[in-house]
């Protein structure tokens, strides 16, 4: 038995400045959701031998069919939580996706990233910090081109 604590990954996805949220179901087979009812990213727990990076891939394309290959994921931070550690990821897209949601999510939003500080609906405040640190990494990149 280890002590390794559990690790989950997830994916923000940007287009422009704006950021593709979902709204979390509130229950699943008759019990309640962690952060049920809150917009999020993507993601979910990484399995057995499985990178976080492809974790974050997998889960977008299980939650919103929304192919994205691991080798533009961008790496944020690691949110350490009670139990676990949250990998946070970040990628482009090259347009505005449609995601198709499964049962982890009731909606979906493209929301202005300059305007997450005020959202008006249960947004994890960690979520919104790692947007944050994407997009003053992304703004000094473009400012040293």
């Not at 019990?31 to 889960?59: C, D, H, N, Q």
Request: charged share 30%; with cysteine.
């Amino acid at each position: 038995m280890t002590d390794e604590r559990e690790r989950a990954a997830g994916v923000a996805i940007v287009f422009g400045d704006t950021v593709l949220l979902a709204k979390r179901s509130t229950v699943h087979k008759g019990e309640p959701v962690p952060y049920g009812g809150y917009w999020s990213i993507l993601g979910g727990m990484v399995e057995e031998g499985e990178a976080p990076f492809k974790t974050a891939s997998r889960e977008a394309m299980e939650e919103a069919e929304i192919n994205i290959p691991v080798y533009a994921l961008k790496f944020i931070k690691s949110i350490p939580e009670d139990n676990l550690d949250f990998i946070f990821y970040v990628y482009e897209a090259p347009e505005l996706l449609t995601p198709v949601l499964n049962f982890e999510h009731t909606e979906y939003g493209w929301f202005d990233i300059n305007q997450l500080d005020h959202f008006q609906e249960d947004i994890d405040p960690k979520i919104v910090e790692c947007i944050h640190i994407y997009v003053d990494r992304r703004d000094k990149e473009l400012e040293n081109r």
